[in-house]
Nanobody, 122 residues
Framework: QVQLVESGGGLVPAGDSLRLSCAAS????????MYWFRQAPGKERTFVAG??????????ADSVKGRFTISRDNAKDPVTVYLQMNSLKPDDTAVYYC?????????????WGQGTQVTVSS
């Protein structure tokens, strides 16, 4: 059974930090590119960060560059992807989703998690 399970969300004041985790099981996720997306109320789901399967390439939305860091641990079982979020702003409030595909940048995603809520108070 394929599962992407996000955790680590919560309610924090502006300026604080959170670390999200995504535990990926049921496939050889060490061979998958992994991503974080977010969806704010009433808005479309948007790309936040991506990381290639070997971790050598990382990519960020302009809105989070310099504040968020994506990383992965392919030696962990299950494979786990992280999103370290620093200097959080109220605009970062959203449900954060983990996603995976076998071809980085294809725009099509094979698997999605159920999401974790991040709320940043002003």
């Amino acid at each position: 059974q394929v599962q992407l399970v996000e955790s680590g969300g919560g309610l924090v004041p502006a300026g604080d930090s959170l670390r999200l985790s995504c535990a990926a099981s049921g496939r050889a996720f060490s061979m998958f590119a992994m991503y974080w997306f977010r969806q704010a109320p009433g808005k479309e789901r948007t790309f936040v960060a991506g990381i290639r399967k070997n971790g050598a390439g990382t990519y960020y939305a302009d809105s989070v560059k310099g504040r968020f860091t994506i990383s992965r641990d392919n030696a962990k079982d299950p494979v786990t992807v992280y999103l370290q979020m620093n200097s959080l702003k109220p605009d970062d409030t959203a449900v954060y989703y983990c996603a995976a595909n076998q071809n980085y940048g294809s725009g099509k995603y094979d698997y999605w998690g159920q999401g974790t809520q991040v709320t940043v108070s002003s």
